[in-house]
């Protein structure tokens, strides 16, 4: 029996890369008479043409493809959780729209999960060429430190380009989160995965979407929902300034005792209380980025909003 792939492809402002996407698809479709695609592009509420082009194609192959379209911009993540709920495939494929995940390399993942067994072929990047150094750099040491201090390991460059089996899906779609952090919800539902890797893509066309801050401030909500560590950190570093304040205060006590206590150290004192300020407004800090995430997690909100769908 002929299997589905689903293919989810989470699209903003991506009115170029629309119809290559489908093109370069069907050419590697071609390829696999056993398979059928079903196409799922999500417009995640784009300003340009992205949803003409994707009705377009809709009308060309009514059959297999299918469009959602956001009421505004949610995010990739949230594009990618629609995408998940309304795939129907025996496989769900998740590929990005501007051709940096190279759909050649579908057949060898459809074979890592039929012939090899796995229940999820994953991909990442060998190279980091084209990117500025300093993003890469940070990229890296993102990496290190989620899986130092997560139990969720995270495999260095890896792409959220996968194939997975319904059943690993459904094992997503149990985590509801409103703070989705996908590189890290495939890692924690288990199963057995194998990365293909490859170089480095370009964009066809379009450009990139993530700021600098903003990819500074998705990995660390990736900490936040993914490590409890920082707040451990929030309370060592308080037993920890408790413990050097008591020592600091027995000294001063009997310092006052044998050497009487000529009045001095106003310095001092005035850098002690506003580095323990600072230490206690840090923490606070930490305590406070996981009591948002809590706020946001509680409110319970749908992680988005279609406005038309086919
Ligand atoms: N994307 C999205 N919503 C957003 C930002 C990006 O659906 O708010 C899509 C985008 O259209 C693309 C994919 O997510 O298909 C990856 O985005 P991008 O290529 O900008 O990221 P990069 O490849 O540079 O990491
Ligand atoms: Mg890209």
Known sequence: MSKTISIIVPCFNEQESVPLFYAAVEKVAAQLPDHAIEYLFINDGSADQTLPAMRTLQAQDPEHVHYISF?????????????????TGDYVAVMDVDLQDPPALLPEMIQGIEVEGYDCVGTRRTTRAGEPPVRSFFAKKFYQIINHI??????????????????MVDAILEMTEYNRFSKGIFSWVGFDTKYLEYQNQDRVAGTT???????????????????????????????????????????????????????????????????????????LGI???YIGKIYLEVKNRPVYIVKEKK
């Open 209 to 283: 979407s993530w700021s600098f801050w903003g990819l500074f401030k998705y990995s660390l909500d990736g900490i936040v929902t993914f490590s409890e560590t920082p707040l451990a950190i929030a309370s060592f570093i308080g037993f920890f300034s408790f413990i050097i304040a008591s020592i600091a205060l027995i000294f001063i006590i009997i310092r006052a005792i044998i050497f009487g206590d000529p009045t001095s150290g106003w310095p001092s004192l005035i850098s002690v209380v506003l580095m323990i300020g600072g230490l206690q407004l840090l923490c």
């Open 287 to 289: 305590v406070g980025k």
């Open 71 to 87: 009421s505004r911009n949610f995010g990739k993540e949230a594009a990618l959780y629609a995408g998940l709920q309304a795939a």
């Open 150 to 167: 997560s139990q969720t390991k995270i495999v260095d460059g890896a792409r959220d380009y996968r194939l997975m089996t319904r059943q």
